[in-house]
């Protein structure tokens, strides 16, 4: 089956007792057993294993094209279990441009207990091979990447990964798996928030991991279970009706964010525009080899610095002034005060002029009239 149609039906059969053509919400934290130890269909605890919850992990696993499929209560739950993989004392080589939560939790959190990391700009490969010749346990990709937009060639990381004995874990959040499946470009890991482009409508929190590593699925089961960072029944339910209009809204978001990227190239307000769809950017070959398209996220940097940016989002009108990213409202944000202010002090801080489109789904012409004003307060203030 293609993507639109594992999108509506994979985990999704009608429900055998009524016909049910949306999953049903399974609202219960406990089964009954026919007698001690006699699981129906193996459900215990709702934990562990509940139905709603079950038909979101196959459907995502579906549109990833993996074998196995772990739904967390978070994006960040999904990658917290990741890194458990990683014992400390191990290394973990990562991409220099990394969204500041993930930042946060492996500088925070894993560091102090023992985990290494080099942070590397691997949309070079090439810089890559002299860090893994050391040895590392992992290899931490986004692509492409939150926010300055890079693209990593996933395939050519996958052979220097497995070359140096370590796993490819790739974020695949800014893409989705409409646009790019990093399994079968050699990867090890897929993860995801899907409270962005999967759910798609800033109304649920979640995340996914991915996997045809059998050994891997049942260690992140594992700690899936142990830990507990699962998502509740109308959380999952909420992903999969987001997921079956994925292909639809990321051809528009695609549409739209061409056209913003090159209406914010053609200003003169604009220093630096960063789209991978652009044939200007550096990565847009490998981006156009290992994609379907080129995404709904812009960045661009603006003249005038970090007074320029405050003019221009002071009133930003159809856009949102708000963090997060994927959903059908456009977005508008400053990251170096927002999403990645917890990159303070690390020396891979965001431009202080750097501005970050989620473009949306909404008509382009009010999008583009909307972004004309905030580049015209912008230059006003500059006194152009």
């Known amino acids: 089956m293609e993507f639109e149609t594992r999108a509506i039906h994979a985990g999704q059969e009608p429900d055998p007792l009524t016909g049910a053509v949306n999953v049903p919400i399974y609202q219960t934290s406990t089964y009954a057993q026919d007698g001690v130890g006699g699981l129906r269909g193996g459900?215990?605890?709702?934990?562990?294993?509940n139905p709603t919850r079950t038909a979101l992990e196959e459907c995502l696993a579906s549109l990833e094209g993996a074998r196995h499929g772990l739904a967390f209560s978070s994006g960040m739950g999904a990658v917290a279990a990741v890194l458990e993989l990683v014992a400390p004392g191990e290394r973990i080589v990562a991409t220099n441009d990394v969204y500041g939560g993930t930042y946060r939790i492996?500088?925070?959190?894993?560091?102090p207990r023992g985990h290494r990391f080099d942070y590397l700009d691997l949309a070079d490969p090439g810089a890559a091979e002299p860090a893994l010749a050391g040895g590392a346990a992992m290899v931490w990709v986004e692509t492409p990447t939150n926010p300055l937009l890079k693209i990593v060639d996933i395939a050519a990381v996958a052979r220097l990964a497995h070359a140096a004995g370590a796993l490819l874990v790739v974020d695949n959040t800014f893409a989705s798996p409409y646009l790019q499946t990093p399994l079968a470009l050699g990867a090890d890991i897929v993860v995801h928030s899907t409270t962005k482009y999967v759910g798609g409508h800033s109304d649920v929190i979640g995340g996914f991991a991915g996997t045809d590593d059998e050994g891997l699925a049942e260690r992140l089961r594992f700690v899936q279970n142990a830990v507990g960072a699962v998502p509740g029944p109308l959380d999952c339910f909420l992903t999969l009706r987001g997921a079956k209009?994925?292909?639809?809204?990321?051809?528009r978001h695609c549409a739209n964010a061409r056209r913003i990227a090159e209406r914010l190239e053609a200003s003169p307000e604009v220093a630096e525009v960063l789209y991978p769809g652009l044939p200007s950017h550096p990565g847009h070959d490998v981006a156009a080899r290992q994609m379907r398209d080129f995404g709904g996220m812009v960045s661009f940097r603006v003249r005038g610095g970090r007074a320029a940016v405050d003019a221009a989002l002071a009133a930003p009108?159809?856009?949102?002034?708000?963090?997060?990213?994927?959903?059908?409202?456009?977005?508008?944000?400053?990251?170096g005060a927002m999403t990645h202010a917890s990159l303070a002090g690390s020396g891979f801080e965001v431009p202080d002029d750097l501005i970050r489109l989620s473009v949306g789904i909404e008509h382009i012409d009010d999008l583009a009239r909307d972004l004309d004003a905030m580049l015209a307060r912008a230059a006003a203030l500059a006194g152009r």
Do not use: C, K, N, Q
């Not at 209009?245 to 051809?251: D, G, H, K, P, Y």
């Open 43 to 49: 459900h215990d605890y709702a934990r562990t294993i």
């Open 317 to 335: 009108g159809v856009w949102t002034l708000g963090e997060s990213l994927g959903g059908v409202e456009s977005l508008v944000e400053h990251p």
């Open 245 to 251: 209009t994925l292909a639809l809204r990321m051809e």
């Open 106 to 111: 492996f500088s925070r959190i894993y560091e």
